[in-house]
């Protein structure tokens, strides 16, 4: 089914990248890594406090695997 959806414009600037990003990965086994260590579910937070230096406000980037079902990304997230 083509569902025609025109997004709206934006004339904002993203903001810029940080030099090092954080990434969590949602690999295709559903396992998880926070940069390039896998961590236990039950792990995360941690693991996030200690790649971002316990800043709130950095952000974290989410990507996965194609194969990965939306609703374990969302879980994820």
Same mark, same amino acid.
């Given at each position: /089914?083509? %569902?025609?959806? &025109?997004?709206?414009?934006?004339? @904002?600037? +993203?903001? +810029?990248? +940080?030099?090092?990003? /954080? ?5 295709? !086994?559903? $396992? %998880? =890594?926070?940069? &390039?260590? #896998? /961590?236990?579910? !039950? $792990?995360? #937070?941690? @693991?996030?406090?200690? @790649? ?5 406000? !950095?952000?974290? *980037?989410?990507? =996965? !695997?194609?194969?990965?079902? *939306?609703?374990? %990304?969302?879980? /994820?997230?």
């Amino acid at each position: /089914v083509n %569902l025609g959806v &025109e997004l709206p414009a934006s004339t @904002a600037t +993203p903001p +810029p990248r +940080p030099d090092k990003p /954080v990434f969590v990965t949602v690999k295709p !086994d559903l $396992a %998880l =890594a926070v940069g &390039e260590d #896998i /961590v236990p579910r !039950d $792990a995360m #937070i941690g @693991a996030l406090d200690s @790649a971002t230096g316990g800043k709130k406000s !950095d952000p974290v *980037y989410l990507r =996965a !695997d194609k194969s990965v079902p *939306y609703g374990d %990304l969302m879980d /994820v997230m």
